[in-house]
């Protein structure tokens, strides 16, 4: 197994990131990158995912590098004990747990989903999938409804 500091070095050759870069993506210090790498001490907590995250998957430095500024943090609204997403009641873990990672997944490509995409979701499970008609005459509906 690697240590944390080789990982670090071998994250910044494979993406050809300099310490700064790499500092700015896991929004630390330059010194502090520094010192992980040095081995001086270790990361902890989200950083220690982050940089796992970095290492496994070649999309994660793109996905990362969109975000510029901390008012892009993308969050979507949901309650891990009531099983909702924007107050959406599903009716079983499991049900839940993959709208949530599904919507999360497509938040990445810029999707930005609303009450209604979630409450499609929601029946598809309960009413199984709609046909394109179904769908196309529900958000005619929904859009009719909200012009009004």
């Known amino acids: 197994m690697k240590s944390t500091a080789a990982t670090l070095k071998q994250i910044r050759q494979h993406y050809r990131i300099s ?5 700015k993506l896991l929004n ?3 010194r502090t990158v520094q010192h992980w790498e040095q081995a001086d001490y270790q990361p902890s907590g989200a950083a220690v995912r982050l940089i796992q995250i970095l290492a496994a998957d070649d999309a994660v430095l793109p996905a990362l590098t969109q975000f510029k500024e901390d008012d892009q943090i993308m969050y979507l ?3 891990d004990q009531k099983l909702t997403i924007m107050d959406v009641p599903f009716r079983n873990r499991k049900e839940y ?3 949530l990672n599904a919507v999360i997944s497509n938040m990445y490509e810029g999707f930005e ?3 209604f995409d979630i409450q499609m979701a929601q029946r598809s499970y309960v009413e199984g999938s709609p046909t394109v008609q179904e769908m196309l ?3 005619l ?6 012009s009004k």
């Open 141 to 146: 509906n929904e859009k009719s409804a909200t």
């Open 137 to 139: 005459d529900q958000i």
């Open 19 to 23: 310490q700064a870069q790499l500092a």
């Open 77 to 79: 609204e949901h309650d």
């Open 97 to 99: 747990r993959a709208t």
């Open 113 to 115: 989903p609303t009450k």
């Open 28 to 30: 630390t210090s330059v």
